[in-house]
């Protein structure tokens, strides 16, 4: 069974720290997709990785993707309120495989 | 362009009854997954309907079945309802291809009381 897990669970940080959420896998996948979810909201797509070693910026958020293809890393940079949410990992296999997710909580 | 719509938004059931969720796909999209996300979880596959036949299934009992229309929407049923599927149902639209970006509708809040 493909399984996904992601750390941290829970994370409560101050404006202005930087962070890292990982997600790992002992499965390989052809790409890994980050969605972000806010409440009363579904998922929305912020990136998608596909090739080992792969790095996505998007704005002060820098996706990676492991040289295996088996886990992937999302750091923010100066973290602000906005960035509050679900953040979820899914790999691209022969079914998409979800994380449980890290809910994150950027205090002002 | 109107994105994934579901409904309704929110829904309260009573232990034993039935209950149909409604989704309308992102203009374009010709497939349609269902996904039960309990609270600050990810979401758990349902099952995923291209041209109106089931194409794949996640570990869900046969109580939870669905339908896609000629028109792309789709349909959740839920039968004898279970107070553990109290839950948010969501509904995800793509092109079909494995990997293809999935939009998402807000879901729809069940309370099976």
């Known amino acids: 069974t493909q399984l996904l897990e992601q750390s941290p669970q829970f994370l409560s940080i101050q404006e202005g720290e930087n962070l890292t959420v990982y997600c790992n896998s002992s499965s390989v996948f052809s790409s890994l997709q980050w969605y972000r979810q806010e409440p009363g909201e579904g998922p929305v797509l912020l990136v998608t990785?596909?090739?080992g070693g792969e790095v996505k910026k998007l704005k002060r958020l820098t996706f990676q993707f492991g040289d295996a293809r088996k886990d992937s890393s999302l750091h923010i940079t100066a973290a602000q309120p906005g960035d509050t949410g679900l953040y979820l990992c899914a790999g691209v296999g022969y079914q998409l495989i979800w994380g449980a997710g890290t809910k994150l909580i950027i205090k002002p | 362009d109107a994105g994934v719509t579901q409904s309704p938004t929110h829904l309260i059931k009573t232990r034993g009854q039935q209950v149909t969720l409604r989704c309308s796909p992102k203009?374009?999209?010709?497939?349609v997954s269902w996904y039960q996300q309990a609270l600050g979880q990810g979401p758990q596959f349902i099952f995923q309907y291209y041209e109106e036949e089931e194409r794949q299934r996640g570990n869900f009992p046969d109580r939870f079945s669905g339908h896609q229309f000629p028109n792309y929407s789709s349909e959740l049923n839920v039968n004898a309802l279970l107070l553990g599927d109290s839950a948010l149902y969501l509904c995800?639209?793509?092109?079909?291809?494995?990997?293809?970006?999935?939009?998402f509708g807000n879901g729809t809040r069940l309370t099976v009381t």
């Open positions: 995800a639209s793509s092109l079909g291809g494995q990997g293809d970006p999935l939009h």
């Open positions: 990785v596909v090739t």
């Open positions: 203009s374009g999209h010709d497939t």
